[in-house]
């Protein structure tokens, strides 16, 4: 096997020999079925108590809010995102956050507390807002060493990262054909990837994974027929031809 099969990221040396900016940076964007964890802290707990009695956020038992599952304790409330692409605010009702990064949720929520909406008046107005995805996972497939689903604490994930955390691609994986499967606006798209070409890597819609892709890496051809039915048939096939022209052999000797 030539290295030119197997060598990932082929020409990169030269593309980046010096340094490049990146053209786009990345943010991974809220989808539904997420699992938001927002924080808010204040300099004055007694503004904050409101929301603690709509146990919400700052201390005391774990609970329940709707849909929410709220661990007070951290300080930290957990918020499912619906289908809708919504969240259950307490107080401010439904907020639209499908779409927005989690900085642009904290802005939308710290610009609530601090300034309130056309119903409610401001309740804090120092208040700072953190926006944490908590669902981030990807799933691995096909001929890898460790094939599986992984979670992601962070929010910036590659492919490329995604490959190493399963132990990298067996030798008989097909470097030029892996696929990403991904869901944008209910729509299934199949990003094709060519591990041997910078290019096709960096520069691909799928480098940067989102919530929920699938990664499948294909095997080889001489694998796939290896695992296959047929194979296993014209195997047992030639095992007792072999046989027969043994048997034949021996009874023809034995004759003579």
Do not use: W
């Not at 040396?13 to 964890?37: C, H």
């Amino acid at each position: 096997m030539s290295d030119k099969s197997i060598v990932y990221l082929q020409g990169a040396d030269q593309e980046y020999a010096f340094p490049r900016e990146i053209a786009q940076a990345f943010e991974l964007k809220i989808q539904p079925d997420d699992q938001l964890a927002i924080s808010v802290t204040s300099q004055d707990r007694e503004l904050i108590e409101p929301f603690n009695n709509n146990t919400l956020i700052g201390g005391g038992a774990s609970s329940n809010y709707g849909t929410n599952t709220v661990n007070t304790t951290s300080g930290v409330s957990y918020f499912r995102v619906d289908m809708n692409g919504e969240i259950s605010f307490p107080v401010f009702g439904q907020l639209k956050v499908v779409g927005k990064s989690t900085t642009e949720v904290s802005e939308l929520v710290q610009k609530l507390l601090r300034e309130g909406d056309a119903t409610h008046s401001a309740f804090i107005r120092d208040a700072i807002v953190n926006t944490k995805i908590m669902s981030f996972k990807v799933t691995i497939l096909g001929d890898v060493r460790t094939p599986g689903t992984q979670t992601f604490t962070g929010e910036r994930l590659t492919v490329l990262e995604a490959i190493g955390r399963a132990g990298d691609l067996n030798s008989s994986a097909k470097r030029d054909h892996v696929q990403v499967i991904r869901e944008e606006s209910g729509n299934r798209v199949v990003y094709d990837i060519d591990l041997r070409d910078q290019a096709s890597v960096f520069q691909s819609p799928a480098y940067y994974l989102q919530q929920n892709d699938v990664v499948y890496v294909k095997p080889n051809k001489s694998v796939r027929v290896k695992g296959s039915t047929s194979y296993t048939l014209l195997s047992v096939s030639s095992t007792l031809v072999s046989m027969v022209v043994s048997i034949v052999s021996l009874i023809i000797a034995i004759n003579k």
